[in-house]
């Protein structure tokens, strides 16, 4: 049976608020932007109702041990998984090595030579359904954007509350610093969320061939050798004015304890349950949001449509990106309402997805699927974003010991004097997603992954494929459809800059033999730029998805918020989590999507002051 929407839209208004059916904030998602949030709206005494499609995995050594993060973005049990594209050319997609396909007999082939019959699926793009959202499968690297990823906001909407400066104050709140003494004017240290760093001391030994390998890595970008021990734990979330140009090893930083226990909005929204007296905060699991309600008496001409609450289907497994979704089930479907807010926070792939099936969104397309249109907002789902990822993979001769290198730097023909990669290293395989991954290359396998920033393309896009809430939306990225050139470039010339480090990694680990981009080359010998770059123009992965419901001025069309989150164009709805960003905030977005979360929930809470006292 299919649910009909349409009939029930009709009916919102008409829906009395049973007591136990009505808050004053309903929070749709739990990870790094909803999840805090709504534990701080609790927390500040508002009766909030979070929603989370997943269940809760707190407890799951899975996910609550932060060194199986592999096997927690390949888990069943909270995976999502999203088939998208890169292109719209159909012959670059079939080039992408990790392609997926469903044979049919209940198992995935991934690659380039399909059996017969089976069915294309695309590129895998997952998701978690969880408690903390993907912050709870993710590998927690936590780095602060660039400074002008968030002056960008300030410029296009004259909101100075988004410098970079005052950005700082939400990480300070949100922060339990581990790993520098106290006091460090950038840094919290009673914050809910932990960070540490890794124990460099491997780097001091100069036999090794990771070493060799970082000494060489710091005369190519500049670096004294003679310091690059030190280097190591040098803290990549400092703040200053010349930190985004500068060049440098750091320490990679993770939201997890000393212990390697795993941080994230889980934790803080299980804190504030533990405190019911306290804190107001309700948690509804294993619930589909399908779209947001709207106060009939404001959807008529003339007046600006009021969000009153959302109408939900309750079960596990509801959505079609569930591996476990048998087909065809659906769950009871109600309506919950809100009495202040309704605070959308999916993520990139599913907060405009909410939005077109409440009729927010581009016109032409909700009405291709009979959504009665509540605002048309032609950026809804539209500036789709993400950091291009690619990596050098290498065999040497010999097993190469060594720690994790991680460096920022800049490569030649960066548009602007801030760095521009984001690079770690070390003896291990990371080439993308896909069932299963990663590969294991074997006891020699060594790779240089890199996060390309500032990405000069956002022409990818979030559409919806029907109007039903259960079914998945088309993604496509568009990777490199604006100024492509000039990004693969860069890429290029991190790799290039790589390979050559690694040829100082000595007896008996030389020679290395390339699998990638240069499959075969021996010695450090490269194929030529252009094999380099076609290699990242079809191969590049990402998993930093940012931009499809965009904070921008009043004069940009795209814009889907303004820069306190409001949805334009309509009452008493705000989208808060990564896919408010305008740019893809530096090269992981997890923490940068936790900070907006505490300003998001410092902006509401304001507005809510401001209310009570005009009452
Ligand atoms: C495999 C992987 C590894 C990553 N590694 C890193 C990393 O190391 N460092 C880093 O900074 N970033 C990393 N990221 C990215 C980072 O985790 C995300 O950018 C971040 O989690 C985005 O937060 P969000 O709140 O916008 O969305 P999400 O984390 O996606 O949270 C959205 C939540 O909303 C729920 N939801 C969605 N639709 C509905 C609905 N209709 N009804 C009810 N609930 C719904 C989802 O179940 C989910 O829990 C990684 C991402 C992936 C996929
Ligand atoms: C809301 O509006 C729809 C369509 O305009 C109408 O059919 C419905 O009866 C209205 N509901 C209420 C409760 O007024
Ligand atoms: C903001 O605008 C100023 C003045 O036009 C400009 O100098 C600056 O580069 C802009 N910053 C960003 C991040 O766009
Ligand atoms: C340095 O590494 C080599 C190779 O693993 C090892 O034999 C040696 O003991 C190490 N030296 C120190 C001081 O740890």
Known sequence: MRYPLLSALAASAAVAAPAASSYDYIVVGSGPGGGPLAADLARAGYSTLLIEAGGDEGENPTYADIANFNEAANDETTRWDFWVKHSDDPARELKFQHTTWDTGDGTFYVGL??????????????????????????????????????????????????????????????????????????????????????????????????????????????????????????????????????????????????????????????????????????????????????????????????????????????????????????????????????????????SPQILKLSGIGPAAELTKFNIPVVKDLPGVGENLADNYEGSLLGLGAAPIESGLITMLFRTPSAPTKKRNIYTWCGAFSFEGFWPGFPAYHGPTQYTCALVHMSPKSQAGSVRLVSADPQDKPDVNFRFYERRGAEDLRELVEGANLLREAWQAAGDPVLPFEELHPCPGAKGGEKCADDAQAEYFKTQAYSHHATSTCAIGGDDEPLAVLDSKFRVRGVEGLRVVDASAFPVVPGAFPSCPTMMLSAKAAEDILADAKKASKCK
């Open 113 to 350: 030579d399909p059996p017969e019959g089976a069915k294309l699926l695309g590129i895998q793009y997952p998701r978690a359904a969880v408690l903390g959202g993907c912050a709870m499968h993710n590998a927690g690297v936590c780095s602060m954007p660039a400074d002008d990823d968030w002056n960008i906001i300030v410029n296009k909407t004259g909101d100075a509350s988004w410098s970079a400066k005052n950005m700082r104050k939400y990480w300070k709140r949100i922060e339990r610093n581990q790993y520098l003494p106290a006091g460090d004017e950038a840094h919290g240290y009673d914050g809910w969320l932990a960070t540490s760093v890794a124990d460099n001391s491997w780097a001091k030994n100069d036999s090794l061939p990771g070493t060799k390998i970082l000494k060489r890595m710091a005369e190519l970008t500049g670096q004294d050798p003679a310091e690059a021990a030190n280097l190591v734990n040098r803290d990549i979330n400092e703040a200053g004015d010349s930190v985004d140009e500068t060049t440098s090893f750091y320490n990679m930083v993770t939201h997890a304890d000393t212990k390697g226990k795993r941080s994230s909005p889980n934790n803080y929204i299980r804190a504030t349950l533990a405190d019911p007296a306290k804190y107001p905060l309700t948690v509804q699991l294993h619930t589909l949001v399908t779209r947001v309600l709207f106060d009939n008496a404001t959807l008529k001409a003339g007046s600006t449509p009021r969000a009153i609450g959302v109408e939900v289907m309750e079960g596990a497994s509801l959505y079609k990106a569930d591996p476990k979704h048998v087909a065809g089930t659906k769950g009871p479907v109600s309506q919950i309402l809100a009495t202040r807010e309704v605070i959308v926070a999916g993520g990139a792939f599913n």
